[in-house]
């Protein structure tokens, strides 16, 4: 058995069988890590006993500034806490419950500093399933904003191996921080010891558990952020995804902490919120999702957003005209970037002068990807088929028969449909089991939503196949439509008619119907299931 520094080896021992692992890569030189390793330690105590960026600021918020040295020493007492008043033991799972702010952020590193393992939850979660989440897990321990308490309290009683919780913003973690000491001596991990559990938000069945080791944290950070979104010390970070969504948790704290950047943490955003902070604290990098990018750009306007240089969009496919609105609105490209929980973030993308309209982008340096048939054949050039990756990072999920789904012949599969095209860039089609199929031919729901959401009555929209006797499935829109417009035949028309002309005319929708807004999950998803369970409905 390899070194390890966890006394609970409850996450290790249901780590998937070997022989369904993914293959991974560490061909780039910056991926191959000492043995033994704490990305705490990495990111947090190196970044003032090595990097002297002690006194740089390190997060902002409304809460409050911390500088690396003050988030260090905020991190050590809680570590503190952890291990001498809530007896955490090394390989413990510890449940995070919280908004983006400086001490969510604290408490991650003190679960990692502690060789716990962090199992990071959306503020939004109710106690179902909190229960859900930390029966699978085994989680004993938990540190809970005072203000998110309730839920987790109603999952209490459902929840045998939940010990001790303590809470911060209102409850007793603070005066306990206070007595202990500034310094904590980090726990020996390995880099192949499990540092945090990420559960999918999961459309259909229980949450999985992903597993994600040392190694993992630091690979991410030394992957897309120094391949293509290039942060420098003095960025300033902002954006919406939770810290508990591993896009947010990359691109709200272990980047810009990688690079000796600041990051602003807000809780709540409004579109219109998110530009006030970044015109009042003049943010550099902003990470968030394509409808955030969206409803942005109509406001924009009324904003000095000049300090912004980079946008990384992920969660769902970047339509082009979002693109192009964003554009318009403040003359910079957006990143795309597909990621997905299962390989902790980001895995094809392009930024600046590779960047194709309509395409994601290419595996970027360190990771490998491939379109496959049904049979599992790579497909040549312009052939829509499931796209499979690898690389430093892949999918383990936490005791779970869905691992077989997701790996297989060592590659992962996200369960989109892509092609490639004679340029090596991928192209986004659908989610496999979105895929509509109409009289034959195969529909990508986002082809049509993209050229729907290029005419001007048109905020939002989605796009889903529903039965028909005689063609199988027909195209079905449902429509958000922008203030001033009417959601009458007459627009229906005008929408069909816009989209005959935009592609092919045989993928416009039959159907259209308006609605005031669109179900979508808290990471901003488009919840195809919940239109087609509401198209059967009716
Ligand atoms: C879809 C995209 C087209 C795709 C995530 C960045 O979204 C993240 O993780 P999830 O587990 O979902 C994964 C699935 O979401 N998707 C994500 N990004 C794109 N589709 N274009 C994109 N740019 O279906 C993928 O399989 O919630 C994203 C970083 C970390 C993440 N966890």
């Known amino acids: ?85 809530m007896g955490l033991v090394p390989g413990n799972r510890v449940l995070l419950r919280g908004c983006n702010s400086p001490m969510m952020a604290a408490c991650w590193f003190a679960v990692q500093k502690a060789g716990g393992i962090a199992v990071a939850t959306m503020p939004l979660l109710r106690a179902r399933e909190l229960t859900d989440v930390i029966t699978k897990a085994e989680v004993s321990l938990a540190l809970c904003e005072h203000e998110l308490l309730g839920e987790l309290d109603l999952a209490r009683p459902a929840c045998p191996s939940l010990g001790r919780v303590a809470c911060w913003y209102g409850g007793d973690l603070e005066g306990r921080m206070a ?14 010891d499990i540092a945090l559990i990420a559960f999918t938000s999961g459309t259909t069945g229980k949450p999985k558990g992903t ?46 902490m990688r690079f000796g950047a600041a990051t602003l943490l807000l809780e709540r955003l409004t579109p219109e919120a998110l530009l006030k902070a970044i015109q009042d604290h003049r943010a550099t990098i902003c990470f968030t999702a394509p409808t ?24 769902e496919a970047l339509p082009v005209a979002t693109r192009e609105l964003w554009r318009q609105a403040t003359g910079i490209r957006i990143i795309d970037g597909i990621g997905a929980t299962e390989l902790l973030h980001i895995f094809i993308s392009a930024a600046g002068d590779d960047i194709r309209p309509g395409a994601t982008g290419k595996p970027i ?27 430093p990072t892949g999918c383990r999920y936490l005791d779970d028969p869905r691992q077989a789904a997701y790996v297989h012949d060592g590659w992962n599969f996200t369960g989109d449909s892509y092609l490639v095209d004679a340029d090596g860039y991928f192209h986004y089609q659908a989610r496999t089991d979105d ?23 048109v905020a939002e929209c989605g796009v889903i196949g529903v039965a028909d006797p005689d063609r199988g499935q027909v195209v079905k829109a449902f429509v958000v439509p922008r203030p001033g417009f009417q959601g009458d035949a007459a627009l229906v028309a005008a929408l069909q008619e ?34 087609r369970e509401q198209a059967k409905g009716q």
């Open 1 to 85: 058995m390899d070194y390890t520094a966890h006394v609970d080896t409850f996450a290790r021992d249901r780590l998937p069988p070997r022989d369904q692992w993914p293959e991974f890569i560490f061909d780039l030189p910056e991926l191959r890590y000492p043995e033994r390793m704490n990305c705490a330690t990495e990111l947090l105590d190196k970044a003032v006993t090595e990097h002297g960026w002690g006194e740089r600021m390190a997060i902002l918020s409304p809460r409050g500034n911390l500088s690396y040295r003050q988030l260090l020493e905020t991190a050590n007492r809680i570590a503190g806490v952890l291990v001498e008043d």
């Open 179 to 192: 007595a202990k000491p500034a310094d904590f001596s980090n726990v020996a991990t390995s880099r192949d």
């Open 211 to 256: 597993m994600h080791f040392h190694r993992d944290v630091m690979a991410i950070c030394d992957c897309f952020p120094r391949s293509t979104l290039k942060p420098a010390g003095d960025d300033l970070f902002c954006g919406t995804p939770p810290l508990a969504f591993t896009f947010g948790l990359g691109g709200m704290l272990l980047f810009p």
């Open 292 to 315: 955030f990018y969206r409803m942005m750009a109509g406001l924009a306007a009324g904003f000095d957003i000049s300090s912004l240089r980079k946008c990384v969009s992920a969660g």
């Open 365 to 391: 340096p360190g990771y490998v990807a491939a379109v496959f048939d049904e049979d599992g054949n790579p497909l040549p050039p312009g052939r829509i088929g499931r796209l499979g990756v690898k690389g």
């Open 435 to 457: 895929m509509i199929i109409s009289a034959g031919y195969n529909i990508g729901g986002p082809e049509v939503e993209d050229a729907l959401l290029q005419h001007p009555a």
């Open 498 to 531: 816009h989209v005959k002309r935009a592609i092919a005319p045989y993928k416009y929708p039959r159907l259209v119907e308006f609605r005031d807004a669109l179900p979508r999950t808290e990471t901003g998803k488009l919840q195809r299931f919940r239109l």
